[in-house]
Structure formats: structure tokens, C-alpha cells
């Protein structure tokens, strides 16, 4: 098979951006394909869908895909997003975080978004820890993990990302890994097609530090991990608090209905702006 014969080249930008900036056994390439293969399947135009994000590693993925991308500054991919869609309904569009671009610098863009429902489908890409400069404590790293910014240990507790995003009010929220390929194209394609603010966290390895602080060496023994650690929506309903410590629970964590703000915003303009 010829490499520009394969769908997935259609969507890169292969002869401008690479190599790529990520390191080998980054989680990140495995979302990003995922990514490709659920607009392909579903069928949306390159001109249709608008790829927006912040500062990070993960934030880096709009770089290498053909459609319209936005790179914008960090923490303020929701706010650059909720700009582009109210200003054109019609787009898809999409944002991909890191876990520090999502909830620290943009965590209060990131409820507010949820608050609102503005139709934005995000992406956070959580590897607990700032991998692009150094290595330092994010929102989700773990407690007494040590880092380059807490040599002795993470005194701070982590964020529950998806569990603040549904207090703040979005409509979808699932959580996987990049080992769960199979559900990560589910969750991606479902929350795609959820009219709303829908947002998925992938649980993605960084072997150069988060993994290296876990005792685990290798890609291979991280996503191990994350295959031994992650209990489903429907498993973890069966299991007590004891039972659930360290555990990752994976699946779709909620789906409900809510007044969506563009649609809204539109209607409001219509009827008494008269636009």
C-alpha cells in the first residue's frame, strides 16, 4: 500500500510539519489518529471542522492535521473556540488541552464553557504533569508524586477534571486512556455528535517524566497501568470507596440535555436584534 493511499494521510499536513515534536511512546499519537479515524468515519469536511488549542505538548496536534487550526495562547483554547463558533454556528469545533492547559491557567475557562454549553467539543489530553517545559506539577498530578517543581513530593490534591466539568454543567463527559482504543473512538465519535458542551479526558503516558517518577520505564509498562488500573462506568458502581482508591473509572460519566448557549445566542439575535 502506497503511504498517500491510506485515509489517515489525507488529514496530515506530512510534507509542512514533520517529524513531530512528541517523544517516542508519547500517548498523544495514539489520540490523534483516533481522532482522524472518527471524522473520517463520520464523514465531516476539512472545511467544516475548526481544531483549536492552547500552549503543551498535546496542544501541538492542530500543527499537523489538515483542517482549519487555531494555535492559540495557553489555557485559552475555550475562549478562542466559543469566539470562532458563535461567529460561525455552523463549524465543528474542537479543542484539544493538556491537563495543565485545561485546569490550571484555563481552568475558568474551562467551567465557564461547561456553564454556559456553548456547542464545543474538548479534547484533555491528561498525562499528570507539564511535559513540555520540564516536567513540573500539573492540576492532576498525583499526590506525593515528585517532579521537577516538588522534589520531594506533590503536596497538593489532584483535580477530578471530568468530575469539575460535570458539576459546571456539560452535557457529555466520558473519561478513557489511549490503551482503550476501541472506547476512545466511541467516546470521541458520541461526544462529536452531542449537541452541547461535551468534553472527553484521555489518560495519555509521558515516559520522559511523569513515568519515570511512577517507577515505570517503558511506554509498554505504562499503558499496562493504564489497562490494570481502569474499572468501567458499570464495574465501579459495585465497588466501595476502598475498593475504587487509585482506580481510574472509565466510560461515559454523564449525558443529559441542557439550553445550549449558541443556539440560544442565535435565536435571541433573530428575534429581537433582528439579525
Not at 34 to 43: E, F, N, P, T, Y
Not at 217 to 222: D, G, I, Q, R
Request: hydrophobic content about 40%.
Amino acid at each position: 500500500m502506497k503511504e498517500s493511499s491510506h485515509f489517515v494521510h489525507k488529514y496530515l499536513r506530512s510534507s509542512k510539519r514533520f517529524p513531530h515534536i512528541w517523544c517516542a511512546g508519547c500517548g498523544i499519537g495514539i489520540f490523534m489518529q483516533a481522532l482522524i479515524r472518527v471524522i473520517d468515519k463520520i464523514g465531516y469536511s476539512k472545511d467544516e471542522v475548526v481544531l483549536v488549542s492552547g500552549i503543551g505538548c498535546s496542544s501541538r496536534l492542530p500543527v499537523y492535521v489538515d483542517f482549519n487550526t487555531l494555535h492559540a495562547t495557553h489555557g485559552r483554547a475555550l475562549t478562542f473556540a466559543t469566539g470562532v463558533k458563535l461567529a460561525n454556528p455552523r463549524l465543528k469545533v474542537i479543542t484539544i488541552m493538556g491537563d495543565g492547559d485545561a485546569a490550571s491557567i484555563g481552568g475558568n475557562h474551562l467551567i465557564h464553557a461547561a456553564r454556559r454549553n456553548v456547542e464545543i467539543v474538548s479534547f484533555v489530553i491528561n498525562n499528570q504533569v507539564y511535559g513540555m517545559t520540564g516536567g513540573q506539577s500539573s492540576p492532576t498530578t498525583p499526590y506525593g508524586l515528585k517532579t521537577t517543581s516538588a522534589p520531594y513530593g506533590n503536596l497538593e490534591a489532584p483535580f477530578d477534571i471530568s468530575r469539575l466539568v460535570e458539576a459546571a454543567g456539560a452535557v457529555f463527559v466520558g473519561r478513557t486512556t489511549v490503551y482503550h482504543t476501541p472506547q476512545l473512538e466511541r467516546l470521541i465519535e458520541k461526544s462529536l455528535k452531542k449537541d452541547g458542551f461535551s468534553m472527553v479526558e484521555v489518560l495519555a503516558q509521558c515516559v520522559t517524566y511523569s513515568g519515570r517518577w511512577m517507577g515505570l520505564a517503558s511506554p509498554v509498562e505504562m499503558m499496562a497501568w493504564q489497562r490494570d488500573n481502569a474499572i468501567t462506568v458499570e464495574k465501579a458502581a459495585e465497588m466501595n470507596e476502598t475498593e475504587l482508591a487509585g482506580k481510574v473509572v472509565i466510560g461515559v460519566l454523564v449525558d443529559r440535555e441542557r439550553p445550549i448557549y449558541d443556539k440560544e445566542y442565535g435565536k435571541l439575535a433573530r428575534e429581537k436584534l433582528k439579525v
